[in-house]
């Protein structure tokens, strides 16, 4: 079995400052790890995943995460944030062995303010 | 857009209706899902059908039913439904067999409302 915590709710933040955005999970067997973005009124997209290799992976918007392995993190951070950042980030995680679904964390509401 | 269409969009059903929530997929993908994501909740894992095939419920009441008629549609039936039942119902689908196909792709869901 496996778990996602997201430790925090929410992070208000302003704009154009830096943000972290928690995630720690537990599972028995390896995992790939995802971090996923959903906007208001729309449904989830993937922002940007750890497969193997190098453990800092970045997505294409300014985000990006490190897999922590003896942590057990996968935390995401922006140097610095726009106001279009603000949405509900989930982490999650599929672990090798088949099992397709994901496991999903609770969310973190990212809220930029001017 | 990301190849993964639900509707309808918003639903209020009454405690004692039947409706169903559809699910279409323009991917090729061999897999789909139903989550339930409800306020300050993780999303809950509902049900997986795997080339048609159902391959996982996680122990979900009888009132919620699934059908998965082809590999690019799915369906969630819907009778009896209590209040707390209300919530957003997201579908995905991935290609799950290359170890880089990992990704999910989500619909926009279905916001429920049982009144």
């Known amino acids: 079995a496996q778990s996602v915590t997201q430790l925090d709710s929410q992070v208000p933040v302003f704009e154009e400052a830096p943000v972290e955005l928690r995630c720690n999970y537990s599972?028995?067997?390896?995992?790939?790890l995802f971090w996923y973005v959903q906007y208001p009124n729309q449904g989830l997209q993937l922002l940007l995943k750890?497969?193997?290799?190098?453990?800092l992976v970045e997505s294409i918007n300014g985000f990006e995460a490190e897999f922590n392995k003896s942590q057990t993190s996968f935390h995401l951070r922006k140097p610095s944030v726009h106001i279009s950042d603000t949405a509900e980030y989930f982490c999650?995680?599929?672990?090798?062995?088949?099992?397709?679904?994901?496991?999903f964390g609770s969310g973190t509401r990212l809220q930029v303010q001017p | 857009e990301t190849g993964v269409t639900q509707t309808p969009r918003h639903l209020v059903m009454g405690m004692t209706n039947k409706k169903s929530l559809k699910c279409e997929q323009h991917?090729?993908?061999?897999?789909m899902y139903w989550y339930k994501q409800s306020a300050k909740k993780p999303l809950e894992l509902m049900f997986v059908?795997?080339?048609?095939?159902?391959?996982e419920n996680n122990s979900v009441p009888s009132r919620f039913s699934p059908e998965c008629p082809n590999s690019s549609h799915l369906f969630l039936h819907l009778h009896t439904l209590q209040p707390e039942d209300s919530a957003l119902y997201l579908c995905?689908?991935?290609?799950?067999?290359?170890?880089?196909?990992?990704?999910?792709?989500f619909g926009q869901g279905t916001r429920l409302t049982v009144v």
């Open positions: 995905a689908s991935s290609q799950g067999e290359s170890f880089l196909n990992t990704e999910a792709f």
């Open positions: 599972s028995s067997v390896s995992v790939y």
């Open positions: 750890y497969l193997s290799g190098s453990t």
């Open positions: 999650a995680v599929r672990d090798h062995t088949g099992r397709r679904a994901l496991t």
């Open positions: 991917l090729g993908h061999n897999a």
């Open positions: 059908y795997s080339l048609e095939e159902r391959v």
